[in-house]
Structure formats: structure tokens, C-alpha cells
């Protein structure tokens, strides 16, 4: 309880009742002033008071959640940065493992071209020596006789395939290794069909049985660049010389439509070995006159006589005198009635077989 006084003299007379205070009329006075003023603003305080405490309660909130994410995030970091450890010593662990199976590999694969090389030049080696051994007549008779001869040529004409198949033209015509142990292998299968072909009873089983081998030999010389392997070139042209010696040989051959195109593109090549032979397994074709009848549209267009008038001034004994005889027998052949293809001997008794002795 407030009450003004005049004077400071007038006190409480009784200490037990309640105890007042003596305020200053303009005290009280501003003291009212301020009461009312904080009447007049206190609904806004208080709006503005909810309002920031509704706000404080929400940032807590957030504030709350955020921790919990973050102890959230936490947990997942260090659940991550284990995973990611583990995964670092398995890729460490891997790391390693690959050095080791590289080293291996490049061992495996020191030792299987090691073994490569062994096996192709022991490869190189035996047939070389069964070259050398077909030259003989009864060494082929021996060879048809053990009843192995059709496996063998199988696999000589898979192997001639993969050679030549695997041959880079422009990358052989700069530098080709005649010495190499893989060249001296298929030279000598080559050179062990062409002598079983210049025996007749060795022509007379190729002629029947190793029609794949005798489609592979022409697909083959076709398939061979001009000055690539000349040699092996040769050896596929005897061997298919030796097989038209035969009367079913010369049939088969010659029912080959590529035969004559293969003819022609072999005789422009540069060497002239290849030249001289292909001559003579077109001298083996013309010889039979039914043949020739056969094939006569053929043998007239595109006829290159003039590139085999080059070769008959050529300064190659052999290849000029075999050129000089194509074009005697192209200027007489269709002056001559066409005898009957004889059927009576497995050899038409006409050509002499070329057997290859070892190189």
C-alpha cells in the first residue's frame, strides 16, 4: 500500500500492521506513466515474445534433428570409411595377387612359346626327314600301306591354311624368313604331298580321297600375294601337276572354275619358277583334249597370250622352251579331233611326275 505524505514527520504508529512505503508524488507519478506505457505495450511484447519463443522451441527442434542427422551421418561415415578400408586391403590384396599372375603369365607364356618353337622345329625336323624319305617310290607305298597318309594330309592342309591365312601381304613381301623353323614346316608338308602325288598310286589316292586338300591348295595359291613365298608356291603348283597326271585327278582339277583365273594371275607373277609351273599344270590341262573342250570358253577369253609370248623370251631356258610349247599347242589344239578321255589307266601316260627331292 502507497500513500503520499506532506511531510516526513507522519510515520506508521504500529510497527504489527503492514509496512508502507513513502513514494514522492512525482515518483509515483512517472511510476504510473511507465505502468501505463508498458500496459499499452505489453500485448505487442508479449505477441513478439511468443512468436521468438515459438521460433527458439523450433530451431531447437531443428536444432535436435540436425544432431541426430549428423550422429546419423556420422555412424554411416565411419560404417563407410570401414567398408572402405576393407575395400582398400582387398584391392591391395588383389594388387598383388595380379603382380603374381602377371609374373606367372609371362612365364606360361615364355614356356609356350618356348614349347611353340620346340614343337615346330622338331615339327620342321620330321617332316623334312619324311620329305627327304618320300622322294623314294616305296617309301610312299609304305606310307599308303600303314593307312595314316588321309589323317597326315589333313593336317598338312589345316597347317598350309593357317600359314598362309595368317601371312600380312605388304608385312612378308618386305622381309620373309625362308630360314624359320614355322616356313621350313610347311615347305616340307608341301614338298611330302608333292612327291606322294608324283607316285601313281599316291596321285590316285589324292585324286579320290583328298579333294578338300586339292580345293585347299588352289584356294590357297590364290589366296597369296605376287612375290610372296615363291617356293611354297612352286610345290603347291607340282603337287597339283602330279595330281592332273591322273585321269580323276585331271577331272577334278579341272572342273574347278577358278582353276584357269588362278592360271592366269599366277603366270604375272615375278618369279619365274612360279611362271615355269604354272605353265605346265596349263600344259597338263590342254593336253586332254576333253578337257579342253570342257573348259574351251575359258581357255579362249581372257586367253593372256600376251604375257605368255613374254615368257617364251624369257632369258629362263626351262620357262622359254615351256612357253614356246603352250603356244604351239594353243595354236594346234583345236586343229586336233578331241580323242575320248581314256578311262582304262589310272595315269593318262602323257606327263612325267615331278618329284620335289629335299631342298
Not at 24 to 53: A, H
Not at 142 to 149: F, P, T
Amino acid at each position: 500500500m502507497i500513500q503520499t505524505v506532506d511531510s516526513t514527520s507522519k510515520l506508521a504508529k504500529d510497527d504489527s500492521r503492514d509496512s508502507f512505503v513513502i513514494v514522492r508524488k512525482r515518483e509515483l507519478e512517472m511510476l504510473t506513466t511507465e505502468v501505463m506505457q508498458l500496459r499499452e505495450f505489453l500485448p505487442k511484447v508479449n505477441g513478439d515474445l511468443v512468436e521468438i519463443m515459438h521460433r527458439s522451441r523450433t530451431a531447437q527442434t531443428m536444432t535436435n534433428q540436425l544432431a541426430q542427422d549428423q550422429e546419423q551421418l556420422k555412424q554411416e561415415c565411419l560404417h563407410l570409411r570401414s567398408r572402405l578400408d576393407a575395400a582398400q586391403s582387398e584391392c591391395q590384396k588383389e594388387r598383388e595377387e595380379k603382380l603374381v599372375l602377371r609374373e606367372q603369365l609371362w612365364e606360361g607364356r615364355e614356356q609356350l612359346q618356348q614349347q611353340a618353337e620346340f614343337c615346330t622345329g622338331l615339327g620342321a625336323s620330321a617332316c623334312t626327314l619324311l620329305w627327304s624319305a618320300s622322294s623314294k617310290e616305296d617309301a610312299v607305298k609304305d606310307i599308303l600301306a600303314d593307312g595314316k597318309l588321309e589323317s597326315f594330309l589333313t593336317l598338312a592342309g589345316q597347317t598350309l591354311e593357317s600359314f598362309v591365312k595368317s601371312m600380312d601381304g605388304e608385312a612378308v613381301n618386305e622381309k620373309q624368313d625362308f630360314n624359320s623353323h614355322e616356313h621350313q614346316f610347311v615347305m616340307a608338308l608341301a614338298g611330302v604331298i608333292t612327291n606322294v602325288a608324283a607316285v601313281t598310286c599316291g596321285r590316285d589316292f589324292l585324286s579320290s580321297s583328298a579333294h578338300v586338300l586339292l580345293d585347299t591348295l588352289m584356294q590357297l595359291l590364290e589366296l597369296m600375294k605376287t612375290g610372296v613365298f615363291p617356293k611354297l608356291k612352286v610345290l603347291m603348283l607340282m603337287a597339283l601337276y602330279n595330281v592332273s597326271i591322273s585321269v580323276k585327278g585331271l577331272k577334278y582339277i579341272s572342273e574347278s572354275p577358278g582353276l584357269l583365273p588362278l592360271i592366269w594371275t599366277l603366270l604375272e607373277d615375278g618369279d619365274q619358277e612360279v611362271c615355269l609351273h604354272s605353265l605346265r599344270l596349263l600344259q597338263s590341262l590342254l593336253l586332254e583334249a576333253e578337257v579342253v573342250a570342257l573348259m574351251r570358253p575359258g581357255v579362249l577369253d581372257p586367253l593372256p597370250l600376251a604375257r605368255i609370248r613374254q615368257l617364251a623370251s624369257s632369258r629362263h631356258p626351262a620357262l622359254r622352251l615351256t612357253a614356246q610349247e603352250t603356244l604351239d599347242d594353243l595354236g594346234s589344239l583345236w586343229d586336233v579331233s578331241p580323242p575320248e578321255l581314256s578311262t582304262s589307266e589310272s595315269d593318262r601316260g602323257i606327263n612325267k611326275a615331278a618329284h620335289v627331292p629335299l631342298a
